[in-house]
């Protein structure tokens, strides 16, 4: 096996130092990413399909930092200065000056096939594309481009301001430049990276999103309600959320795609989703962000 050499790596790590980062997605996740960035320095483009989405995630950020420096956590002129790193685009195209995207879209192959072709023709042949999919295969998103050395999963936690974990995956092809280059602007972003392989659910979720679909099953088979499962699970295991508020939280439609990605990626039925989840999604009750899942949600 060929490892590169320190002066490879030097140049390696020259040519991908990351000053501008797009971030696609401008819900719960690409929301929180972008604030993370641009808190840490980087100058910050969000991009969605829609304006509307992009002044929702802008308002939550100018929410988020503004009761942080009520509290004393961010002086006024360092709220002023991230803000003023972020700027908000519903095209593309304007990825041309990037030096790495991540996606955070919806958890569906076939669109982040798509946004990842697209950007293949706008973002510089240097850029990094990272996508934040929470279990699909970044090896199959890499094969969407033709730079599968320049992708990778930067898998970030819910909420993203607060989770101190990045999972990060190599795909097949990833580079060891990329992975660096991406391993070391996480601890930029003052966050703990842990790599792991390119397999469906990664870690995180391979394990997290189990638990969830069971406690779904509780309730299902009418052992419990959504309220007693999670007294359960916080007070019997000191989990700072019960599993159905926290599916609540992530999103039962975010949830829906991760099981089905782990029961059709290992061909296990203890993987199988709970009806009742599907259902649920199919009622468009989709957690937090619909006003409606486990839990009735204001506002
Ligand atoms: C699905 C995937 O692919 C992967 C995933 O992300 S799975 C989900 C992983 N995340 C989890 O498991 C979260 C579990 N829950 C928790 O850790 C906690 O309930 C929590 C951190 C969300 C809230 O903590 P809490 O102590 O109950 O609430 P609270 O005291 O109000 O908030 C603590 C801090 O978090 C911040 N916070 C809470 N919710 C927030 C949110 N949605 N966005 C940003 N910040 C938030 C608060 O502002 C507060 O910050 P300060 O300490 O700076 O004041
Ligand atoms: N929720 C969670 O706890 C976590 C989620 N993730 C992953 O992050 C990703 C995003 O999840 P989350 O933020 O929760 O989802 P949200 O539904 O909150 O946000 C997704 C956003 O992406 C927009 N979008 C959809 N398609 C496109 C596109 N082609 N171009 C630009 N924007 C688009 C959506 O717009 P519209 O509404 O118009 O469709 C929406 O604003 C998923 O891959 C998910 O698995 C990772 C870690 C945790």
Redesign the pocket.
């Known amino acids: 096996m060929k490892y590169p050499s320190n002066n490879e790596r030097e140049k390696g790590d020259k040519n991908m130092s990351i000053q501008t980062v797009m971030v696609?997605?401008?819900?719960?996740?690409?929301?929180?990413i972008a604030q993370v960035c641009a808190q840490a320095g980087y100058n910050v483009k969000m991009?969605?399909?829609?304006e509307?989405?992009l002044q929702?995630?802008k308002a939550g950020i100018e929410k988020r930092l503004t009761k942080a420096v009520e509290k004393e956590k961010m002086t006024a002129s360092d709220c002023d200065a991230t803000m003023q790193r972020l700027s908000m685009t519903?095209n593309?195209a304007e990825a041309n000056d990037c030096d790495l995207v991540i996606?955070?879209?919806?958890?569906?192959m076939d669109?982040?096939k798509?946004?990842f072709t697209?950007l293949d023709t706008h973002a510089p042949k240097h850029a990094i594309l990272a996508?934040?999919?929470?279990?699909?295969p970044i090896t199959e998103i890499a094969a969407a481009t033709n730079r599968p050395e320049r992708v990778i999963g930067m898998?970030?936690?819910?909420?993203?301001p607060v989770m101190k974990l990045v999972e990060i995956i190599r795909g097949l092809q990833t580079s060891h430049e990329t992975y660096q280059a991406i391993h070391d602007m996480t601890l930029k972003l003052a966050k703990t990276p842990v790599e792991v392989r390119d397999f469906p659910g990664f870690v995180?979720?391979r394990v997290l999103m189990p638990m969830i679909n069971e406690a779904i099953y509780t309730v299902y088979e009418g052992v419990a309600n959504p309220q007693a499962v999670d007294d359960v699970m916080k007070l019997g295991m000191n989990h700072p959320m019960g599993p159905l508020t926290l599916a609540d939280?992530?999103?039962l439609?975010?949830c829906l795609?991760?099981m089905e990605v782990l029961h059709e990626g290992f061909g296990d039925s203890k993987y199988r989703p709970c009806p009742l989840l599907r259902q649920y999604v199919q009622a468009g009750w989709?957690g937090k962000?619909s006003g409606r899942g486990f839990y009735q949600y204001e506002g």
């Open positions: 696609i997605g401008a819900g719960q996740m690409g929301a929180g991009n969605d399909r829609e509307e989405a929702k995630g519903t593309l996606e955070a879209v919806v958890e569906n669109v982040k798509q946004v697209a996508s934040n999919t929470s279990s699909l898998h970030f936690m819910n909420p993203v995180s979720n939280f992530i999103g439609d975010t795609s991760i989709l962000k």
